[in-house]
């Protein structure tokens, strides 16, 4: 374990400028820690009644595509900051992805970013509030 006292840091990667905010406080911990970065992204699928089989798979594709492009410039610019990196990618809700992934391997600390909506954050929880709720691991919300 490193000075901090993080090892291993795990960020959601979504495409949102929210998302790239705490990813950035994620590299910064990372480098000054030594810690290893997991990078997960979660592919949430539309309701199966809602669209067809094929409609539902081009979205999966269409949203794996757009994730796997975040990934691959998340990598690069950890890898030029000397920090490690593992992907994950999980479908479903991203709050579902990090709690599975969070209790299946050993995990430090969660940079979560926070988007609030018109409703969201206020009437609804958000991802982080899920997320808090349900894991042991300290939680860092950006």
């Known amino acids: 374990m490193s000075g901090t006292g993080f090892a291993t840091v795990l960020a959601p990667v979504e495409q949102s400028d929210a998302s790239w905010r705490a990813l950035n406080m994620a590299f910064s911990l990372c480098e000054e820690a030594g810690a290893t970065l997991i990078l997960l992204a979660a ?14 798979e081009e979205v999966r594709r269409d ?28 479908e479903g809700p991203v709050w579902k992805a990090v709690v599975r992934y969070v209790a299946a391997h050993e995990t ?35």
Do not use: E, K
């Open 43 to 56: 592919v949430d699928l539309p309701a199966q009644g809602a669209m067809s089989v094929a409609a539902v």
């Open 108 to 142: 430090d600390l969660i940079i979560l970013a926070r988007r609030r909506g018109l409703l969201r954050g206020r009437l609804l929880p958000s991802t982080a509030d899920f997320i808090i709720r349900r894991v042991t691991c300290p939680v860092m919300v950006v």
């Open 63 to 90: 949203r794996l595509r757009t994730l796997n492009t975040s990934i691959r410039q998340a990598t690069v610019f950890a890898s030029y900051a000397g920090i490690h990196t593992t992907t994950v990618t999980a």
